[in-house]
């Protein structure tokens, strides 16, 4: 039986919580701070520990079971071969199934992770075994129920979180500033302190792409004959573009439960800042566990890739009145994809029995979120243009016909 090990403070075994602002782990009792590297390699060593404890026992057990050992051995040997079988059927450069033989936790670290399922909208959330979450932030149900993790796939990349609840909270307050539709009460009582921390699930793709669009290029001279006659001539041109280009981490979320144009509005993040995933940054925090995988989602990731490169092949054609695409052909090599966890402080909230989600991105603090409408001041803006032109539009007729 293994052993594991959770995330204490070295110092006096206290909750340590991953403080965004610092980037450091902090103990709530004792106040001494760790880098995550820091107490990763502290637990390394005393999960290096449990596991030789481990080994021991599991020594002693095969010793009192000696007469059981060939027959264990055998069947050990038996199971083997399948298992190098199933590898060999494996498909060669396939960066889908690349992630899934390399992405399942180990026992230890299921053992110190616990998953929330809500019973609204069946989020499944992923936290620390010292983090406690009490209200889904996509739906706001509070009847969570929390159960042993099974079945994850252990992302490769993380980008911790840089800004604070506190300053998620201003975030929220500056998006509501300059609105002028939306209802006072609203900001008033609008409960803004439930917010929580979320690392969303994100797919990245990186592809070598390829393109060849054609286009009708026309210029136009235009004149005035002798007789004063304006004359146009148009010249078509056939213009063909083709080029490479590689992308490289290709977002595309992997969360059926929060909208897309969510995630795109909160866009972009800065990828040099990710790192390889580590659990010492989720105390505190909640990790969504993806429930669309990456075949499913790579439509989105191509999508953006094929914009990306008719964009930046229409860019060159220059020196034309009017450019006209007329074919395109645009091939993509899939070379990787990995998993990551990006920082995003979401909020719900109900109004008027209807639900808002905002979303802020954890690392730049770009906010987006749907706003109610005051419909007293909606018919007061369109109306007092239409009083105003009217007022003008007397005073006019009154002055010219007087």
């Known amino acids: 039986m293994s052993e594991s090990v959770n995330y204490q403070c070295p110092a006096c075994n206290g909750p340590l919580k991953f403080q965004a602002e610092t980037g450091m782990l902090a103990c709530e009792y004792c106040g001494s701070t760790f880098t995550a590297e820091q107490i990763q390699q502290i637990m390394a060593q005393r999960q290096a520990k449990a596991d030789a404890k481990a080994e ?3 020594a002693k057990e095969a010793a009192r079971a000696a007469q059981d050992q060939a027959g264990a051995e055998g069947a050990a040997a038996a199971g083997a071969a399948p298992a190098a079988a ?11 199934q690349a992630f899934l033989d390399r992405a399942p936790w180990t026992t230890a670290s299921e053992e110190n992770m616990v998953s929330y399922t809500c019973r609204s909208c069946a989020a499944e959330l992923l936290v620390d075994s010292t983090t406690a979450i009490t209200e889904c932030p996509y739906c706001g149900n509070q009847d969570i129920i929390p159960n042993q993790v099974t079945g994850a796939m252990k992302p490769d990349y993380i980008i911790p979180f840089k800004l604070t609840h506190d300053q998620a909270i201003a975030g929220l307050q500056e998006h509501y500033r300059g609105k002028s539709l939306l209802p006072r009460a609203f900001t008033d009582r609008n409960h803004i302190e439930h917010i929580q921390g979320v690392y969303v699930p994100f797919w990245l793709y990186t ?18 004959d002798g007789r004063g006659d304006t004359m146009q001539e148009t010249s078509i041109f056939d213009v063909s573009r083709t080029g490479n280009m590689e992308f490289r981490n290709i977002p595309a979320d992997g969360s059926s439960k929060m909208p897309d144009a969510h995630m795109d509005a909160i866009e972009p993040y800065d990828f040099s800042e990710l790192q390889p995933f580590n659990v010492a ?8 566990r993806y429930d669309q995988d990456a075949e499913a989602m790579q439509h989105r990731a191509t999508g ?5 490169v008719i964009t930046a092949l229409a860019s060159t054609v220059t020196g034309y009145d009017n450019v006209v695409p007329e074919q395109k052909s645009i091939s993509a090599d899939l070379e990787a994809v990995h998993y990551a966890l990006l920082p995003v402080w979401m909020l719900h909230t109900r109004w008027k029995d209807n639900d808002y989600l905002f979303a802020m991105n954890g690392q730049t603090g770009k906010m987006i979120g749907d706003l109610p409408i005051d419909g007293k001041k909606q018919a007061l803006f369109f109306l007092l243009p239409a009083i105003l032109l009217f007022i003008i539009v007397f005073v006019v007729v009154f002055i010219f016909f007087r």
């Open 56 to 58: 021991e026992n599991a």
């Open 86 to 96: 199933a590898n060999a059927a494996t498909p060669q450069g396939d960066p889908i």
């Open 207 to 224: 592809y070598n792409a390829h393109g060849t669009v054609t286009y009708r290029g026309e210029r136009i001279r235009t004149w005035v």
């Open 281 to 288: 940054y989720l105390p505190g925090f909640a990790a969504e």
């Open 304 to 308: 953006r890739m094929e914009n990306s």
